[in-house]
């Protein structure tokens, strides 16, 4: 027979700890939410066309921009590849490392090069990996 954890039985503390996690779940969610929107309009895409790009439905970009939804994995490397930024792009200043600023500047200049020179940055990478 299994055991099962009434809600009133949860000590004070766990009923604490329940209420930290959720409330800091809600500010990632509005944050990631906050930095949808700030992509989708730098490129003058409606919700619609995101959707569409990223095979979401525009309701579900609505709720995840208001934060009223947090976003699965999936779901953010859908929408970074649609908006063609990072990860760290999108979670800027959730994530507290060195590597995302570096990643960031290089995601930055990056996208700023021609088709050529990307090429040429990537045939480097991979000859310098070997």
């Known amino acids: 027979m299994a055991f099962k954890v009434k809600k009133e039985a949860l000590s004070l503390d766990d009923k604490e700890d329940k209420n930290i996690e959720e409330k800091r779940k ?28 990223s095979n ?11 934060g009223n939804s947090v976003p699965s994995i999936v779901t953010i490397i859908d929408i970074c590849n649609s908006l063609n930024i990072s990860i760290s792009q999108l979670t ?32 480097l990478i991979e000859n310098l990996a070997k």
Not at 110 to 121: C, G, H, Q, T
């Open 26 to 53: 809600k500010e990632i969610a509005r944050y990631i939410g906050n930095n949808i929107h700030k992509y989708r309009t730098n490129l003058n895409l409606t919700r619609e066309q995101l959707a569409e790009k």
């Open 56 to 66: 979401l439905t525009a309701s579900h970009i609505y709720q995840l921009e208001i």
């Open 92 to 123: 800027e200043n959730l994530i507290f490392d060195d590597i995302n600023k570096f990643i960031d500047s290089i995601a930055k200049n990056y996208a700023k090069l021609s088709d050529k020179e990307k090429r040429a940055i990537v045939h």
